[in-house]
């Protein structure tokens, strides 16, 4: 299974290796190779769901023979009491599968719940919510997959796909005019067609970028809202404009009535708590 470029069943399959190596030998060593068993996903906090797909992959990566039936979508709020799916079959392979099931859609769900809870804060304003680059390594395809689930946008995926002139490329080039100048001559001497964001610090930066045109979206960094609302009347809808840096749960609010376009939370993917769930044995 394929999924925008990213191979999921060979993530699965490495993420597998590393649990399993040589063998489940607790499961080897309990369960008889006959036994047949089910199991259900059981939520046990309140959130979005997010990831149960990929974790029922996991089952059919494990055993062809496991058989699991969804019985919540991604993106549904639940509660604890909840099923998101079953699962029947070998009861060995089941236990095997257990942990990295869990491991993705628990983590999924925690980032699909705190952005549905920080989008729900700026509702009404017409600013969205965007995920940033602070990823786990290697997860960054379920974090940014989470996200949209919960309701957020994703901004870039890496270093390759969008050029982002943030603080240090404008401090290594000599400041922003420069920067700005030599990402011009490398998109028109390599025939890339990037889109190209800016980040400024001050209002001198906001300027720079405005006189350069190239960007199509002003990053605003570390601005009060204040500063923010003097700078989005400066753009006048000239550039798309996006806020971050300094943004909580308290204040995401009054960035957004400034009229920024977006706004964009690390958070959302490295400061979360993954939602509880647990896979449970039963009896059909």
Not at 87 to 101: D, F, K, N
Not at 121 to 130: E, F, P, W
Request: proline share 3%; net charge negative; aromatic share 6%.
């Amino acid at each position: 299974m394929e999924m925008d470029g990213f191979d999921l069943d060979e993530f699965l399959r490495r993420a597998l290796q590393e649990d399993i190596g040589d063998g489940d030998h607790t499961s080897l060593s309990t369960i008889p190779e006959t036994a047949q068993g089910a199991a259900r996903l059981l939520i046990k906090d309140s959130g979005i769901l997010a990831g149960s797909r990929i974790a029922g992959r996991v089952f059919e990566l494990v055993d062809s023979r496991l058989h699991w039936l969804p019985l919540l979508n991604d993106g549904d709020t639940v509660k604890p009491g909840d099923v998101a799916l079953t699962v029947t079959g070998p009861a060995r392979s089941i236990t095997t599968a257990e942990r990295l099931a869990l491991n993705i859609v628990q983590r999924m769900s925690g980032i699909a719940s705190r952005t549905n809870h920080l989008a729900s804060l700026i509702a009404g304003t017409g600013c969205r919510l965007l995920d940033t680059r602070k990823t786990t390594p290697g997860f960054r395809f379920f974090e940014k997959l989470a996200v949209k689930t919960g309701g957020g946008c994703n901004h870039r995926f890496g270093l390759y796909d969008m050029i982002l002139v943030k603080d240090n490329h404008v401090d290594y080039a000599g400041g922003m005019e420069p920067a700005l100048r030599m990402v011009g001559e490398y998109l028109e001497r390599t025939g890339r067609k990037l889109r190209v964001e800016a980040e400024a610090r001050n209002m001198e930066e906001v300027e720079a970028i405005l006189k350069n045109g190239l960007p199509f979206r002003i990053l605003l960094d570390n601005f009060t809202p204040d500063r923010m609302c003097e700078a989005v009347r400066r753009i006048n809808g000239s550039m798309e404009t996006e806020a971050s840096g300094g943004i909580t749960e308290e204040n995401i609010r009054a960035y957004a009535e400034t009229g920024v376009d977006f706004i964009s939370v690390g958070a959302l993917t490295h400061h979360i708590r993954s939602l509880d769930m647990s896979l449970k044995a039963f009896t059909e």
